[in-house]
């Protein structure tokens, strides 16, 4: 299975937006569903590398991958 780019949450997003209205935002704790709770804060640009992410200034020069946080 492939991450999602912004481009497709993005169109993903505005679908629902246009169809259902302006609804709350709720993410999985967890990969089995066990838990959920809303998204409070903005989506954060970082870095993700083994399981962890980093925000920009937190960067080490690895070469980490670029990705954006979404809570």
Same mark, same amino acid.
């Given at each position: 299975?492939?991450? =999602? ?20 935002? =709720? ?11 809303? =998204? ?27 990705? =954006?946080?979404?809570?």
């Amino acid at each position: 299975m492939k991450p =999602v780019k912004i481009s497709r949450l993005i169109k993903n997003l505005q679908e629902i937006l246009e169809e259902r209205g302006d609804l709350n935002l =709720v993410y999985s704790i967890d990969d089995e569903g066990n838990a959920f709770n809303y =998204v409070y804060w903005d989506p954060t640009v970082g870095y993700y590398i083994d399981e962890e992410f980093l925000t920009e200034d937190q960067d080490n020069g690895v070469g980490m991958e670029n990705v =954006v946080c979404i809570n």
